[in-house]
């Protein structure tokens, strides 16, 4: 089983943003947003990259966005396989998840709309419930 000292976080950067207002947008109530995410990863020795997706394109909602960030972390011990799966998607999807939706929540505001605060989330759950593509994982 892996724990929060089998790995240390080094860094964090965007390394994709794609952002765009959808003039079609009928502000018409409270819009429901599917999120999704997608996580993939890729080791080295002692180092790890982690790169998470998160992106929503409704048409009902007033833009969309696609961003991809990278964290880097170092493996404190040989990690492989399903346990190496579980490191990414649980404690390293939550070590990133903060810096990405301060990301979302500043461009929503930049572009001059609220900022779109995603609601924390519980990534073991997320991705221990739902099945399908692999690494890719959405909330409704």
Do not use: W
């Amino acid at each position: 089983m892996t724990s929060l000292s089998d790995f240390s976080f080094i860094d964090f950067r965007i390394v994709k943003l794609n952002f765009a207002t959808n003039n079609q947008f009928n502000n018409q109530g409270q819009t429901k947003v599917r999120t999704e995410f997608k996580i993939r990863h890729e080791s080295n020795n002692d180092r790890l990259k982690v790169f998470l997706t998160i992106k929503f394109n409704e048409k009902t909602a007033p833009f969309s966005v696609n961003l991809e960030g990278i964290g880097m972390f170092e493996l404190n011990r040989n990690i492989t396989g399903y346990e190496l799966e579980s490191l990414c998607n649980n404690h390293c999807s939550m070590v990133m998840f903060p810096y990405m939706r301060e990301v979302v929540a500043d461009i929503s505001r930049r572009a001059g709309f609220p900022p779109l605060h995603i609601p924390q989330i519980d990534f073991a759950q997320v991705f221990n419930q739902q099945t399908g593509e692999a690494g890719v994982y959405t909330l409704h």
